[in-house]
């Protein structure tokens, strides 16, 4: 079956802690993206790549780190800098000139 | 920067009735998106409005788009329980590469 997946679905981490959110999609599509979403919020932009070992910043790209190594994998690191970590982590992907689908999403709970 | 308005934030209707959901957006786009998200879950696309005066439907919702009044509307037609979720547009604020603006979404409960 085609589709994105991110793992693990349910993450807590310690503040101070770097965490890596999973990203993979068999979908062949070319470009992936990271959403934040907040309650009551809609979705805001992290980083996204439009093609391999190439990625720019999105809104909100602070505390953030991603790396585009193969074309089926996004991950996200979640490092000690971004100042409010726990949220709702959406990744995405989009074939040239198509909408975007997204991933289940990753919640990301930091004590 | 790209500004996407929402209204109403929330919204409470009984089965049967029929409302509209209003996407305001500040800036030209080429494309605008609907999405559908129930309580903990994924982003599930609904529609893709690409054109001035665009409308499509599928079952009870009907979405229409005018680009001159950047102005998109999403409407609800003799309301079900199974269509309360939180409805969210998104309008396309990077040109080829197609980055995502969202709206804060509608919260839309259908009461019995």
């Known amino acids: 079956d085609g589709g994105i997946t991110q793992s693990p679905k349910y993450l807590f981490r310690k503040e101070g802690q770097n965490v890596t959110l999973s990203c993979e999609q068999n979908l062949n599509h070319d470009a992936m993206y990271w959403y934040r979403q907040d309650p009551g919020q809609g979705l805001r932009l992290i980083y996204y790549s439009q093609i391999v070992n190439d990625f720019q910043k999105g809104d909100i790209a602070e505390g953030y780190s991603v790396s585009r190594e193969k074309k089926e994998s996004f991950p996200l690191t979640v490092t000690s800098a971004q100042k409010n970590p726990t949220a709702f982590y959406l990744c995405?992907?989009?074939?040239?000139?198509?909408?975007?689908?997204f991933g289940p999403g990753t919640r990301l709970t930091v004590t | 920067e790209l500004k996407v308005e929402q209204n109403p934030l929330f919204l409470s209707m009984q089965e049967g009735k029929n409302y509209t959901i209003y996407c305001n957006y500040s800036t030209t786009s080429d494309r605008l998106y609907w999405y559908r998200q129930d309580p903990g879950k994924s982003l599930e696309s609904l529609f893709v409005l690409l054109s001035n005066g665009a409308v499509k439907q599928e079952g009870r919702l009907m979405a229409s788009l005018d680009t001159k009044a950047r102005l998109s509307t999403l409407h609800i037609t003799a309301a079900v329980h199974d269509l309360s979720a939180t409805y969210f547009c998104a309008v396309n604020s990077g040109g080829s590469n197609y980055k995502l603006t969202f709206g804060k979404g509608t919260l839309l409960t259908v009461n019995p």
């Open positions: 995405a992907s989009r074939r040239t000139g198509g909408e975007q689908y």
